[in-house]
């Protein structure tokens, strides 16, 4: 996929400059200058903007005035205007369209895409985005594209949630949450297709470990194409990948999880 096809529909205008704010780029360093997160840096420039995940406006209906790229996420947003005039950012669900309305609510309302409500008032079976994990905290879970998070069971004051990961893990059943699916689902197959765009991403270049010498990787060394020499692959400082658990086993949200990822 080109990557421009099936982008028709949005606009080209520029975003509304109330709801933009500039990030300052660090690529990829801490406080002191030192580099903590390699092969970032460069990039285009870019304007942040700030998104609503929370909808507060809570029975107050909005109109989809635009739908939008954003520089800083994978999906689309939506630009939506209130009676009142006032103008926010949110994420944008698949299908849709400029002109519809949608509405957040703590009351049962219309099972609609781009509605939002509790957790306790949407349908077992339902598919959501935008997911909060403590009332009024503002959506965490189900916001990259074309992810949704599905509502498994209702017990106990309890919702059961099966994310895109295969997790299924307890929210509480006032937490609210998007009924839809985050918009953009073909942005995994877009092909990169060279260097260069991947730099306008932000992304410098990447050296593989087993072209290193032994003294700057521990994959590194060898005459010519040589296996690494080890029983199991290491990162740059020495410290095991591939199926390390990394999650904390006295992480206090350990309660909540039901049923782990699969592998």
């Known amino acids: 996929m080109s990557g421009i096809e099936y982008r028709k529909f949005l606009t080209t205008n520029k975003p509304v400059k109330a709801l933009v704010k500039s990030i300052r780029e660090h690529a990829g360093r801490n406080n002191s200058g030192r580099i903590t997160v390699r092969h970032q840096g460069g990039g285009v420039k870019r304007k942040y903007r700030q998104i609503d995940f929370v909808q507060s406006f809570i029975g107050k209906p909005a109109i989809v005035e635009e739908i939008e790229y954003d520089p800083y996420r994978t999906a689309f947003i939506a630009r939506i205007i209130y009676k009142d005039g006032k103008r926010n950012y949110v994420l944008a669900p698949e299908g849709i369209k400029v002109g519809d309305s949608i509405v957040s609510s703590h009351e049962l309302t219309s099972i609609k895409t781009g509605n939002r409500m509790e957790l306790k008032d949407i349908p077992v079976g339902a598919f959501v985005y935008n997911v909060e994990l403590r009332p009024g905290e503002g959506g965490k879970l189900g916001r990259s594209a074309g992810t949704s998070v599905k509502i498994m ?111």
């Open 153 to 263: 069971a209702r017990e106990g004051g309890y919702v059961n949630l099966q994310l895109p990961s295969g997790e299924v893990r307890k929210v509480l059943e006032n937490c609210s949450a998007s009924i839809g699916t985050v918009s953009n689902p073909e942005q995994k197959m877009v092909v990169v297709g060279k260097a260069g765009r991947s730099r306008h991403l932000g992304i410098r270049p990447t050296v593989r470990g087993t072209a290193m010498n032994p003294v700057d990787h521990p994959h590194g060394g060898g005459e010519g194409k040589q296996p690494r020499g080890l029983k199991r692959s290491k990162n740059y400082w020495g410290k095991g990948v591939r199926g390390v658990k990394t999650r904390g086993k006295k992480n206090r949200s350990n309660i909540f999880i039901l049923e782990r990822r699969k592998k």
